[in-house]
Nanobody, 120 residues
Framework: VQLQASGGGSVQPGGSLRLSCAAS????????IGWFRQAPGKEREGVSC??????HYADFVKGRFTISRDNAKSTAYLQMTDLKPEDTAVYHC????????????????WGPGTQVTVSS
């Protein structure tokens, strides 16, 4: 199993970024993909997850972030808009068979993260 998050960068408050999670080594369409983030000095927190028909968002990103997946490309995305300084963190994608949830302890495989910095 391999997961690779990309698309991070530095943006000003109110800006947007789209993260990608490229996956390989497992039947992508049958697995849940979750996005998590960890800021310096803070615990890792769940951001969003997507299964075949289920999507969940953490309350702090509802209305601002949109998760999606392209099973043909074995890639998941996290479109982030109206970014705030508190969104600054390293973002990781992870996978598990089921269910779609935001508890990182349930996820089996993780990829290296991508840094998102929101600052004026």
């Amino acid at each position: 199993v391999q997961l690779q998050a990309s698309g991070g960068g530095s943006v000003q408050p109110g800006g947007s970024l789209r993260l990608s999670c490229a996956a390989s080594g497992f039947p992508f369409r049958d697995y849940v993909i979750g996005w998590f983030r960890q800021a310096p000095g803070k615990e890792r927190e769940g951001v969003s997850c997507i299964a075949s028909t289920t999507i969940h968002y953490a309350d702090f990103v509802k209305g601002r972030f949109t998760i999606s997946r392209d099973n043909a490309k074995s890639t998941a995305y996290l479109q982030m808009t109206d970014l705030k300084p508190e969104d600054t963190a390293v973002y990781h994608c992870a996978t598990l068979r089921f269910p779609c949830g935001l508890d990182s302890d349930n996820y089996d495989s993780w990829g290296p993260g991508t840094q998102v910095t929101v600052s004026s």
